[in-house]
């Protein structure tokens, strides 16, 4: 099976997945917050295809609307993150000197403040009663806004080394202009590397998310996301007993695999 | 070749002796503290890992046997409490030394109060016996009599004493020096606190035997429980003293043998709706919270059943009341158990002006009924509580959002800032007597957690309840302190300040390998009666190495 094929059937799944989450009322029929009491920890079966969770809650339906939750946002929060480094990175790497040094020791302070203590910080200021959906919003746009130091770094690297490179140089002695330059050659040339940046900072702000939830700044219950369904699969016991709660798991791996398998295949073809 | 393969024999039977010689020194029980023993002096206890090493290391005058719930003998032979219940005289055993060889005596007595009554100490223990304003005076008439007197009655006098580690006056190693069953003798920070068996303790079996059986314990620091269970299953722990339900659940499964259910246990998980005046919430919803109506009709649309059978496995009852039904003596046992009924709800809602509209609660301004209910973050049995909470008020309309803060943020919410609605928490009873909850119950106290540190009480019911703690904390006769702590309970379910939700099981997991281990709801659950544990031969010291 050729690359191309490859990143087509990785494109379908995670076509697949994206419908499923946009189109999850008609997918599944159950609202994602009703408790099925009777049936906690259900096994699959016809009625609940992925079993219920703790609550009695069909996990399919927690999933599909999960999916919605989490593959929006967190490639939003990831896009805005990376947008960030790639402005400042770019512009730290191409121009030197003292610029540099501000950006990355700017980017060092970032990267010193420990991240959960800045949430927590955040969060005593949002008010206490504001809907799931404003907390899902706020969670990942500060996700996105406090994510970008580490993909800065190396988006700076690379523009520092082709600063330095010939074809640049032979481009300005083209007489390119600063904008055609930026156009033509930096961005094209910078371009898997801000992919990159962007597709590993997707499963990385969609753990992130799981791990605020304990803090509450993440996506409040009963709203699922694929953050908060990860949260059962800590209890490592309950996990080996009811293994079905993994799906989410599952599924994260997929579009990580999928994610990866596009991107390393448009690199081939570039 | 025969020499060394009389060489291998000679040195295997010197391996089977050494082996068998430290077996017959004794055995090693193993289990775990879930946090760093903040001191090892007795007089300053105040977190479980330390009260565990207290009451595995100390020993007392009286103590409350757990599992009848009454006092027995213990350093002090008899005691005699005054009838005004200011005063009490113990008579000690005599010829008992603690466990660095130094004797015990009533100075011993006096010293321990003394030390524990000095407000430079501030010791949470001490605390409990400050009845009234002036000193205590500690009288030593006799080597083996000690008399106490208080400047107030105080209530539950004795009980006190089970908190009581009696220091020596007169040892060099001060607090280590004990004259419990056991003494620590190796403690690395972080990792382990190892104990040894006290050779001068004064307990004997029926035969004659010295008390405790076990030779040593290693008490493991180990804060995941995850892993403490993982180590119990291999074998490596004994014994661990409180299991969550879904742990509990998971062993009972696996080996019923060794997940031991004491039943209900003292601790209660409750919510309550923030009626302090120094709260900015608008002025409508201080009304809501403030109406009694309103708090029962919340109560009621609660289905207790359900959180007991969902959250805790089965391992959890419907709570009445502040007191729970294991705590034999002080349970009002006239309170109505709690009923799950929405209808019932809207009925008494509808009385306090609420009504049902297009599916929302609204009151008799038109405001929609909506609050958030905070708990702390990482406490996965809250997160399931609040979230089915949330499910049955939606079914009386009411909206209810859940918000999970770390500790530190929700504490600031609810003791100082009261920036916030409703509070799910729990309440952990060490103290089966009331005047334990003093600070709760009184309107001027800090943990009246509804409306904190009220110069007046706020309403009559509050005035009222004031008023029965103080007369019961100042009588001495237990029936007429019972009779004025029922109607305190009456009242709160009346008013459901408090909104009791479930009363956990004591659930713990004891290995086959130890020999008579019956757990009880009081703590330690597991190893109350330690002294009596033995271990099966198989767990001897170098044994399970």
């Known amino acids: 099976m050729t690359r191309r094929s490859f990143r087509v059937i990785c494109c379908s799944v995670l076509g697949i997945i994206f419908a499923l989450g946009l189109f999850a009322g008609s997918v599944t029929h159950y609202p994602y917050a009703l408790q099925f009491r009777e049936l906690p920890n259900a096994p699959p079966s016809a009625l609940h295809w992925l079993g219920t969770d703790g609550l009695g809650r069909d996990l399919f339906t927690r999933v599909v609307y999960g999916t ?24 730290a790497g191409l121009r030197g000197g003292w610029l540099e040094r501000l950006i990355l020791a700017s980017a060092d302070l970032s990267m010193s403040l420990p991240l959960l203590f800045v949430l927590i910080a955040l969060r005593a200021f949002l008010p206490l009663d504001v809907s799931p959906i404003v907390s899902v919003v706020a969670t990942f746009v500060t996700l996105g806004l406090l994510g970008w130091p580490s993909s800065l770094r190396v988006v700076c690297a690379a523009s520092r080394n082709l600063r330095q490179s010939d074809h640049l140089l032979l481009a300005r002695a083209n007489g390119y202009s600063n904008s055609q330059l930026l156009f033509r050659q930096v961005i094209p040339t910078l371009r898997p590397i801000f992919l990159a940046q962007f597709w590993i900072s997707i499963p990385l702000f969609i753990l992130t998310e799981a791990t605020l939830s304990m803090l509450g700044l993440g996506v409040m219950e009963p709203l699922p996301s ?30 990580v695999i999928c994610f990866q398998f596009i991107f390393s295949s448009s690199e081939d073809l570039a | 070749m025969m020499r060394r393969s009389l060489q ?38 105040d977190d479980e890992a330390s009260e565990n090493i207290r009451y595995l290391t100390g020993g007392v005058l009286i103590r409350v046997n757990r599992q009848t719930q009454a006092l027995e003998p213990g350093l002090a032979e008899s005691w005699r409490v005054s009838s005004d219940g200011r005063k009490v005289t113990f008579h000690l055993r005599k010829g008992i030394y603690f466990s660095d060889g130094a004797s015990f005596s009533s100075e011993d007595v006096a010293y321990t109060m003394r030390l524990l009554m000095d407000p430079q100490t501030h010791s949470a223990t001490g605390d409990a016996f400050r009845s009234g304003q002036g000193r205590v005076d500690v009288q030593t008439p006799a080597p083996d009599v000690a008399e106490i007197t208080f400047p107030a009655p105080v209530a539950g006098l004795e009980r006190l004493f089970d908190q009581v580690a009696i220091l020596s006056a007169k040892s060099p190693k001060r607090e280590m020096s004990v004259l419990g069953p056991y003494y620590v003798s190796e403690y690395m920070a972080g990792s382990f606190v190892l104990l040894r068996r006290n050779p001068n303790y004064w307990k004997h079996d029926a035969q004659g035997n010295l008390l405790p059986y076990i030779e040593t314990i290693r008490l493991d620091i180990q804060r995941n429980r995850d892993i403490e269970l993982m180590r119990f299953r291999r074998g490596e722990l004994q014994l661990i003293n409180r299991v969550d339900a879904e742990q ?54 609660i289905n207790r059943d359900d959180l007991s059978r969902v959250v805790f496995a089965g391992y959890a009852t419907p709570a009445f009341g502040p007191v729970s039904p294991s705590n034999h003596f002080w349970f009002n046992s006239s309170l109505a158990a709690p009923k799950h009924d929405p209808q019932g709800a809207l009925l008494l809602l509808s009385r306090a002006g609420f009504r049902l509209e297009g599916g929302s609660l609204k009151d008799s301004t038109g405001n929609r009924v909506e609050f958030t209910l905070v708990t702390n973050s990482g406490n996965t049995a809250r997160e399931k509580m609040a979230t089915m909470i949330q499910q049955d008020l939606s079914e009386i309309g009411i909206s209810m ?42 309107s001027s106290g800090e943990n009246h957690q509804w409306n904190p540190n009220q110069k007046a009480p706020a309403t009559a019911w509050e005035a009222e309840i004031d008023k029965l703690m103080r007369e019961q904390a100042s009588l001495a006769n237990e029936e007429l302190r019972k009779a004025k702590f029922d109607r305190v309970q009456q009242i709160v379910a ?52």
């Open chain 2, 8 to 45: 291998s024999s000679v040195l295997l039977l010197a391996l089977c002796f050494a082996t068998s010689s430290r077996g017959q020194s004794g055995a090693e029980l193993h289990f775990c503290l879930h946090g760093e023993p903040k001191t090892f002096n007795p007089i300053l206890v």
């Open chain 2, 494 to 545: 009346e008013q459901q300040p408090f909104i009791y939700l479930v009363n956990k099981n004591a659930l713990s997991a004891v290995s086959s390998d130890i020999v008579g281990a019956a757990p009880v709801a009081l703590n330690p659950q597991a190893f109350w009666n330690i002294e009596t544990l033995r271990l099966k031969p198989s767990k001897e010291i170098g044994a399970s190495k």
């Open chain 2, 401 to 442: 959002k859940v918000v999970t803060l770390d500790f530190p943020s929700l504490i600031e919410k609810i003791t100082r800032t009261f920036d916030y609605d409703a509070c799910l928490l729990g309440l952990v009873n060490t103290d089966l007597d009331p005047n334990g909850q003093l600070t709760v119950w009184l």
């Open chain 2, 248 to 301: 509990f659940d998971q062993l009972q499964k696996e080996s019923p043998a060794v997940a031991r259910n004491a039943g209900t246990g003292l601790d209660a998980e409750e919510m309550w709706f923030n009626q302090a005046a120094a709260s900015a919430l608008p002025d409508y919803k201080k009304k809501w919270f403030q109406a009694m109506e309103f708090r029962r009709g919340v109560s009621m649309a």
């Open chain 1, 226 to 255: 694929w953050g908060n369904l990860l949260r059962g699969s800590e209890d490592f016991s309950a996990m080996s007993a009811n293994p079905w709660r993994l799906s989410p798991l599952f599924l994260l791996l997929v579009v």
């Open chain 1, 68 to 91: 919605r939750v989490s593959l929006l946002l967190a490639p939003a929060a990831a896009m805005l993150a990376t947008i960030i480094a790639a402005i400042l990175g770019g512009i």
